[in-house]
């Protein structure tokens, strides 16, 4: 369609590893056999991963600052570290390193600073680097952490978002306490509708605000105010007069969790301007070189549980916006000007896989053979990011089912060229799992459906192999050809496994999205189903070595699986909605889910939301099922695997709960809890698996 779209993928053909397409990736998605100890990867293996993101070209297009990050064994967290590329000498050195945290880079508009956060003092706050000395000033002395930092024109001043709590009135004092005495702890009083976050527990009231600092440290200035979150990413007007944000400034924002519109504050006079307006969100602004449009997405409402976002350009001086996406039924995410603002680059979610595109103000769209992918270590999920320079150079992180995120640099009639191999040293000796792509039809109505079929290293197709079926979360998510630890150490254990994007998944467009609205889970059973069978008609399954885990929706699909048929020899349903009364009324965002979800709140449609649950059919299980889920847990509580647990228990079905200490709904963000969600898998179809072999 465009100009990189042939010329990129004959590029990527001549074998730099950069996948272009299913065939290039085919070819290469198989590691050398090996025959020495530690050929097969590994549990421990995942503290040695490394991976790249937050790409950032410095304004000149000479050098590329990433975030390079790593698991530290000691303290089990990922470390952070800034790292810079040279394009012109490719020297590779650190920037920034060490045991703190550095991340979220910015260059300033000339490019002789460099912004970043870091917790050097403790508590995240803003830095700036001067490139050229290597000095470094701590510029700010935050409560809170800063956030979508943005350099003003001039290079003067730095905008940020930054979490501002509300003083809240106490409804009741208590009396004087005696001295010394000790009581209990005061009573917490909450009267927001969200009241708690997964990740972040139980909630501080109060709003995030814009601010501004000097770029060379002083008072940060409060430019929003009231009880409205105000989002990012944050643009400065041509002038360094105005900052554009969004937000919805409506009374009753609480209760329009799909609201949002385009916003301008001048700095001088704090007058707060409505750029946008309509039923649904506008979001994601960025200015053009000129200053004199805003490029943002968004779509209007349709009360549907899925939406592709679209790019619009808003004409500054007339206040009039364009579609410039036009009909692509895709989704699009991140948005970035060329140099030259003559196209509006952005990411796009195209089976199972990120892409980059750019559209044009006059809405020309081009799509390129560029893949991102890479920044999720645990299952295969699209993900990536990327940033355009001078002369539309494109970095970004691109994907590889055979290891994690790598930078690699695209530049128009030029080779694409890897810039980094940052896990080379760990898995370029190691045998890892073949990663296929695999199409079949459903059951229920001839769909297609697209899958990936991961097989054993030392793979023999003569010899019959246990498989596990592993299901995506979401439900509006797309797995793809991307690196998963996860799925590798299935693999290295010696099962066949196959991860799929059944209706309901993102990347196949709006219509195949929402062809579970009103109805999930539902006839996305039939499309897996039919990719079990699929597999089995390869001939080196054991049809009764049969085994299916998922995660969140991917938890939801594992229990009404066996709900609906006994062909799995065991189960892990891992941190589900089994009740979606329950749930609707104590997951984080639970007005969501009942708004976008159902046709109406739970105490009016109960009989659908029993229909959709799988604690409806808990009656017909017999096969033995695991539930793993992290206890501190609030977008699908422990209480729902509570009430699994207990039916099972009560109907004498072979059960275990497996409860995750501390952790929210990412069970495996931790590498010793991947490490243990994996081993806990394992070990419960090992009691059910029958070697044949």
């Known amino acids: 369609m465009g100009m990189w779209s042939d010329g990129m993928s004959k590029v990527c053909r001549k074998g730099w590893g950069l996948l272009a397409g299913a065939g290039a990736l085919l070819a290469v998605a198989t590691a050398p056999a090996l025959a020495v100890e530690g050929a097969h990867f590994e549990a421990l293996d995942v503290f040695e991963l490394e991976y790249a993101t937050e790409p950032a070209i410095s304004p000149d297009g000479d050098s590329v600052v990433y975030v390079r990050n790593s698991n530290d064994i000691m303290t089990d967290k990922v470390r952070k570290n800034l790292w810079l590329l040279n394009l012109e000498s490719?020297?590779?050195?650190?920037?920034?390193?060490?045991?703190?945290?550095?991340?979220?880079?910015?260059?300033?508009?000339d490019g002789d600073r460099l912004a970043y956060l870091s917790n050097e003092e403790g508590s995240t706050q803003l830095y700036v680097r001067w490139m050229k000395s290597g000095e470094t000033a701590l510029i700010s002395q935050l409560p809170k952490t800063p956030k979508a930092m943005r350099w003003s024109p001039d290079g003067r001043w730095l905008a940020f978002l930054m979490f501002v709590p509300v003083d809240d009135t106490p409804l009741a004092s208590m009396p004087p306490k005696p001295k010394g005495a000790e009581w209990s702890a005061e009573v917490k009083q909450i009267d927001s509708l969200v009241y708690r976050s997964d990740g972040s527990g139980y909630l501080e009231k109060g709003s995030k605000q814009v601010f501004v600092i000097p770029a060379e440290g002083g008072t940060p200035r409060q430019l929003t105010s009231g009880y409205f979150d105000h989002d990012g990413p944050l643009s400065w007007s041509a002038d360094g007069q105005h900052v554009f944000f969004s937000t919805n400034r409506d009374p009753e924002w609480e209760y329009q969790p799909q609201e949002s519109d385009i916003y301008s504050i001048s700095i001088l006079s704090g007058e707060l301007k409505q750029l946008t307006r309509r039923v649904g969100p506008d979001e994601a602004a960025v200015i053009s070189p000129d200053?004199?449009?805003?490029?943002?997405?968004?779509?209007d409402q349709r009360m549907t549980g899925y939406n592709n976002n679209r790019v619009y350009v808003l004409e500054l001086k007339s206040g009039e916006s364009t579609l410039v996406s036009g009909d692509f039924d895709r989704d699009i995410g991140s948005l970035r000007w060329s140099a030259d603002g003559r196209r509006i680059w952005f990411s796009y979610e195209d089976e199972g896989t990120l892409r980059l595109g750019f559209a044009t103000r006059q809405g020309e769209l081009s799509e390129t053979s560029i893949r991102l992918g890479g920044t999720t270590l645990g299952r295969p999920y699209a993900s990536g990011a990327f940033d355009v320079g001078p002369h539309d150079k494109v970095v970004y992180t691109h994907a590889d089912p055979l290891k994690p995120a790598d930078l690699a640099l695209g530049v128009p009639s030029k080779t694409v060229q890897a810039l980094t191999a940052l896990n080379e040293d760990l898995l370029g000796h190691k045998q890892l799992g073949k990663v296929e792509a695999l199409k079949w039809q459903s059951s229920h109505d001839g769909q297609e459906i697209e899958g990936w079929l991961v097989t054993p290293p030392d793979f023999d197709a003569t010899k019959k192999y246990p498989f596990i079926l592993e299901i995506h979360g979401g439900p509006h998510a797309a797995y793809g050809p991307n690196f998963s630890a996860e799925v590798q150490l299935y693999a290295a254990a010696g099962y066949v496994v196959l991860y799929a994007n059944p209706r309901g998944s993102t990347s196949y467009g709006d219509d195949f999205a929402n062809a579970i609205h009103l109805a999930y889970p539902g006839y996305d059973y039939d499309d897996l189903m039919s990719g079990v069978d699929a597999v089995l008609a390869k001939g080196f399954v054991d049809e009764t070595q049969l085994f299916v885990t998922g995660g969140s929706g991917g938890g939801v699909l594992t229990a009404w699986i066996v709900g609906k048929t006994d062909r799995f020899a065991a189960a892990v349903v891992a941190k589900p909605v089994i009740n979606w009364v329950s749930f609707a009324l104590t997951a984080d965002y639970a007005l969501y889910f009942s708004k976008f979800w159902f046709d109406g709140p739970a105490w009016e449609k109960t009989e659908d939301y029993w229909?959709?649950?799988?604690?409806?059919?808990?009656?017909?299980?017999?096969?033995?099922t695991m539930l793993l889920t992290g206890e501190a847990d609030y977008r699908t509580p422990i209480s729902e695997s509570e009430q699994?647990?207990?039916a099972l228990k009560q109907r004498q079905v072979d059960t275990m709960m497996i409860r995750v200490p501390g952790s929210p709904h990412g069970i495996a963000a931790r590498p010793s809890r991947l490490i243990a969600k994996v081993n806990n898998i394992l070990a419960w179809f090992e009691r059910y698996r029958v070697k044949t072999n």
């Open 644 to 646: 699994y647990y207990q």
């Open 611 to 624: 229909a959709r649950s799988p604690l409806s059919l808990v009656g017909n299980v017999t096969t033995p």
């Open 90 to 109: 490719n020297s590779h050195k650190p920037l920034l390193s060490g045991r703190d945290n550095y991340s979220s880079p910015v260059w300033s508009p």
């Open 291 to 299: 200053g004199r449009y805003l490029a943002y997405v968004g779509h």
